[in-house]
C-alpha cells in the first residue's frame, strides 16, 4: 500500500514562509500526477497547485507567484514552498498522488495544518 507522509504545517505570521514536504513509499516518478490541496473550515477542499510526470506545474490563481511546488526525485519527495502567507491560506494542506499503473488508484495523506495568524 502506498503512504503519503505530510510533514511541516504550523504557525504562521501574516508575510512569512512556510515548506511543506510529502514524502511518498513509491517511486515518485510511478505518479503520473502529485499535488497539494487544501481544505478550511466548512470550505470544500480545493486544489491548490499540481505536477505532472513531465514536471509541468499549475496552481489556483489565489496562490500563484506566492507558492512553488517542486519534487526531489531522489528523496521521493514532493514540496510546497509557501511565501507571502495570508490568514486565508489557514487550512488542512493534503498531499495527493494519482497512479495509472497498475490499476488506476488515487492517494491521499493524512493532512498536515497550516495556521496564518499574528
Known amino acids: 500500500q502506498v503512504q503519503l507522509v505530510e510533514s511541516g504545517g504550523g504557525l504562521v505570521q501574516p508575510g512569512g514562509s512556510l515548506r511543506l514536504s510529502c514524502k511518498t513509499s513509491?517511486?515518485?516518478?510511478?505518479?503520473?500526477?502529485m499535488a497539494w490541496y487544501r481544505q478550511a473550515p466548512e470550505k470544500e477542499r480545493e486544489l491548490v497547485a499540481r505536477i505532472t510526470y513531465m514536471g509541468s506545474t499549475s496552481y489556483t490563481d489565489s496562490v500563484k507567484g506566492r507558492f512553488t511546488i517542486s519534487r526531489d526525485i531522489a528523496e521521493n519527495t514532493l514540496y510546497l514552498q509557501m511565501n507571502s502567507l495570508k490568514p486565508e491560506d489557514t487550512a488542512v494542506y493534503y498531499c495527493?498522488?494519482?497512479?495509472?499503473?497498475?490499476?488506476?488508484?488515487?492517494?491521499w495523506g493524512q493532512g498536515t495544518q497550516v495556521t496564518v495568524s499574528s
Open positions: 513509491d517511486t515518485i516518478l510511478n505518479f503520473s500526477v
Open positions: 495527493y498522488g494519482d497512479q495509472a499503473l497498475p490499476n488506476p488508484t488515487n492517494y
